[in-house]
T-cell receptor
């Protein structure tokens, strides 16, 4: 089974609107961390936001927030007030604490391509 | 400036011709990793290193070698490249902290094997 599932291969959003990118994960480890990365067309990987499994509050970083629903094993990224520069590939990733090599590895989803329409 | 530097950024080579992609970080990070990115598959870990002289296989190690003789460098070696190794490669590093330590990625190396 896939550890990280991103079900939306592509998304469109109107400029200035909010958009939610879905991410569900699968782990039996009680301690884990969830990350979102942005990859613009230039190719680099840009860290956006982090959520720990024991964090009580949803993470926020500027226009990015993470809708963390632990019981449903989902960690959706919400981008508010979309900008043209938000057009990119977005990856959800997980790091597990206690599964051997898992703590040294980020397991990535397949990504969602977001296009912001003027 | 804190960074992870990969070279080359682009490489076209022929099947069977040995090549090395270099990776260097200036943040004194203990952990370093190599990933490959393929369309529709996301990023998959090839090898990782916990510290100097300590390396281990990731999810897709076949056809690759690594070494970690110095803390700052973690080269990826393809002894006999094949077309199925055509991919976008990323080197990443982070401190040996907790789960929340951010992984810093290099700019990527786009490799084409013909």
């Amino acid at each position: 089974a896939q550890k990280i599932t991103q079900t939306q291969p592509g998304m469109f959003v109107q400029e200035k609107e909010a958009v939610t990118l879905d991410c569900t994960y699968d782990t039996s480890d009680p301690s884990y961390g969830l990350f979102w990365y942005k990859q613009p067309s230039s190719g680099e990987m840009i860290f956006l936001i982090y959520q720990g499994s024991y964090d009580q509050q949803n993470a926020t970083e500027g226009r990015y927030s993470l809708n963390f629903q632990k019981a449903r094993k989902s960690a959706n990224l919400v981008i508010s007030a979309s900008q043209l520069g938000d057009s990119a590939m977005y990856f959800c990733a997980m790091r597990e604490a206690s599964f051997g090599a898992g703590s040294y590895q980020l397991t990535f989803g397949k990504g969602t391509k977001l296009s912001v329409i003027p | 400036e804190a960074q992870v530097t990969q070279n080359p950024r682009y490489l076209i080579t022929v099947t069977g011709k040995k090549l090395t992609v270099t990776c260097s970080q200036n943040m004194n990070h203990e952990y370093m990793s190599w990933y490959r990115q393929d369309p529709g598959l996301g990023l998959r870990q090839i090898y990782y290193s916990m510290n100097v002289e300590v390396t281990d296989k990731g999810d897709v190690p076949e056809g690759y070698k690594v070494s970690r003789k110095e803390k700052r460098n973690f080269p990826l070696i393809l002894e006999s490249p094949s077309p199925n190794q055509t991919s976008l490669y990323f080197c990443a590093s982070r401190t040996a902290g907790g789960l929340n330590t951010e992984a810093f990625f290099g700019q990527g190396t786009r490799l084409t094997v013909v």
